[in-house]
């Protein structure tokens, strides 16, 4: 594990533009569950698909509303902080270099620690818009209605997440990012949801160096050249001091 920290360490230095994908495992180090591992409202009759797709939403907004904020109600407090990962990639950026971070959580953790190149590629839960005027609402808004209308049309407004069903409008700019990166590096995802998952696959095609921190091993394990089974946290911690 120490030749891997190490040699992730020297690439990371020699890098002048890294691109950083983030997934669950990022988001779970700050306590915050992976909302796959919520299985009782899905059990009842519906998959989880069906819950959070745009179709759901259409055809009862009431309803899809009920249902997603138990699914996402501990992340809808918006009380959780930013762990040590988060706090590496902001402070590596604050060094001076060039951070981009394509992010699959929709928590908004990394905005919080101070990343100023965030593409959240599935949304944000700490805001709904309405379909209607494009008018937009914060969490408080959110939390205090049962129901969240907009204040101005009366439409039921969408959360700012990309639902099942919906097309995933970065995409194509996380693409650009990945295969003109010096460095791309995955931490904390499973690497199992389309189209994401080929973004790594695309960046060593590029001849784009790859590294990999999860503490599981993933299916797309052979496309990095270095893999860390390990935590994010105390691997940031290491790499903080060796670069610093």
Known sequence: MQQEI???ASAIRQAGHVVVLSGAGMSTESGIPDFRSAKGLWQQGMRLEELVSID???ADPEAFWHSFKQLFHTKLLGNYQPNA???FLAWLE???KQVSILTQNIDGLHGVAG???VLELHGTLRSASCPG?????????INHHVLPLCPHCMDVLKPDVVLYGEPVPLIERAFELAVSADLLLVLGSSLEVSPVNLI???AARAGVPTALVNYTPTRMDAVFAIRLAAGIGDSCQQLSTLLG
């Open 56 to 58: 759901y939403f259409r």
């Open 200 to 202: 790594p696959l695309e």
């Open 6 to 8: 190490m040699q992730l």
């Open 115 to 117: 990343s100023q190149h």
């Open 85 to 87: 990962g988060h706090r």
């Open 133 to 141: 005027c494009s008018r937009q609402q914060g969490l408080d808004y």
């Open 94 to 96: 604050a060094t001076g």
